[in-house]
């Protein structure tokens, strides 16, 4: 028996120092180590010989399995770095190949002018407002003063949402104005308040190169007991000034808007001919830029406010018509295509 272990021990070595790949090793492994290897029948065999062969034969086999093992386990570690230096040798790599680039996002114009804007007003003491785009006609309507059978509504073309009422406020529709924004403010925080409400509201509209059914806007509010059309026009010209960063005047004219008394429309310098006369002002030197005017003693009443204690004057513009002038964008629907090549050029 042991000469047998003997004889099996030195040919499971010459085999294994002989193999030429880890694959060819593994069936070696098999071949003497396995659940049906050599070893393992010499192991079960060990029961059958003499009583007192049994030591010497149980240690031998011991001996040269452990012996096997190691010599597997050398010739493994072995094969492994020749293949792994071998597929280093056969693979090329470029190292003066330039990488991947990697491109990043970019910053929409919209949203790099309403930063500017919400972060000039925030320099003057407004605070930054938002509210729900979907709104009952209590908000975007009544509160507003601008009552069911009022001749102004009219005037709105409106996305009403279908099948949808409130419980007490009237049908639910897409906001025509961020206005509904300043009696939800002054519901919450009451008298005094300066507040800016920037975001996106919704017209039933054609689209054209001016128009679009969904773009942008910003209004302001400022509430207190002593204020006239006077701070609104020190406010405009200063926010306009620094944010074409350069002087900028305005000017004021008649204008009717229900929720406002009185109400105006507020021209600024035309900066493309620096009021000299162009086509785009044409030939006036102004451009329109926004309606305003004192805001109106329902709506105060409306946001829980006694008008004969506060008063305060509010303004709205289009954001989306304000980045088309400050960066010369002559149509609105560039804006909202998604055309990077258009984008990534602000």
Request: charged share 25%; aromatic share 8%.
């Amino acid at each position: 028996m042991k000469d047998l272990i003997e004889k099996l021990a030195k040919e499971a070595q010459e085999e294994i120092s002989q193999a030429g790949s880890l694959t060819q090793l593994e069936e070696l492994r098999v071949k003497y180590l396995g659940r049906k290897g050599s070893f393992t029948t010499l192991m079960t065999g060990l029961k059958d010989i003499p009583n007192e062969e049994k030591p010497a034969a149980g240690q031998a086999l011991n001996h040269a399995k452990k012996s096997i093992e190691h010599e597997l386990e050398t010739k493994q570690q072995h094969l492994e770095k020749e293949e792994l230096t071998k597929q280093l040798s056969d693979d090329s790599f470029d190292v003066t190949r330039p990488g991947t680039h990697v491109t990043t996002g970019h910053i929409h114009p919209l949203s790099q002018v309403q930063k500017e804007v919400e972060e000039i007003f925030g320099q003057m003491g407004f605070a930054i407002m938002d509210g729900p785009e979907i709104e009952s006609e209590h908000y975007n309507f009544e509160a507003l003063n601008v009552p069911k059978d009022h001749p102004a509504r009219d005037m709105q073309d409106t996305f009403f949402v279908s099948g949808k009422h409130h419980e007490n406020h009237g049908r639910m529709v897409l906001r025509t104005q961020t206005s509904p924004v300043q009696i939800r403010s002054m519901e919450k925080y009451g008298a005094p308040l300066r507040a800016i409400m920037p975001g996106r509201v919704f017209r039933y509209e054609a689209t054209d190169a001016s128009h679009d059914s969904t773009f942008y806007q910003v209004e302001g509010l400022l509430i207190d007991k002593d204020v006239s059309l006077a701070n609104l026009k020190g406010v405009m010209t200063e926010f306009l000034t620094r944010l074409f960063k350069r002087e900028t005047k305005v000017r004021f004219r008649p204008g009717y808007f229900p929720f406002v008394e009185p109400g105006i429309e507020l021209d600024m310098w035309c900066l493309l001919c620096s009021g000299q006369g162009c086509r785009v002002c044409k030939n006036t030197g102004w451009m329109e830029f926004m309606g305003a005017g004192m805001v109106h003693r329902n709506v105060l009443k409306a946001g829980g406010i006694d008008p004969d204690e506060y008063k305060g004057w509010a303004f709205g513009f289009g954001l989306t018509r304000l980045v088309m002038m400050k960066y010369g964008i002559d149509d609105i629907r560039h804006l909202m295509s998604g055309d990077l090549r258009f984008l990534k050029q602000f």
